[in-house]
């Protein structure tokens, strides 16, 4: 676990996120997150910050897998919808 949230958001930086990959010799990681509210679609900060984790992985040499974000109302894969795995 890297960030316990409020209600409405979570902060989330790269440094915290990778430290235990880094530490752990990870060649890749896979990220996971709740919405509390039932709707497991990614909020455009969801997206802003798994561009950014994916980037910061890029430098590192730490592949990002998958982002999945899991609520009531079911899961949201990243990679399933084709917004982690792109290169450029």
């Known amino acids: 676990m890297v960030s316990t949230g409020s209600l409405t958001s979570s902060i989330v930086h790269p440094r915290e996120v990778y430290k235990g ?48 974000i899991v609520s009531s109302g079911g899961f949201y894969s990243f990679r399933k919808n084709n917004l982690i795995g792109r290169r450029g």
């Open 21 to 68: 990959a880094i530490l752990s010799n990870a060649a890749s990681v896979i990220f996971m997150h709740n919405h509390p509210s039932g709707d497991p679609e990614p909020s455009n900060d969801d997206m802003e910050i798994t561009k950014r984790l994916e980037k910061a992985g890029n430098i590192l040499g730490i592949d990002v897998l998958e982002h999945i």
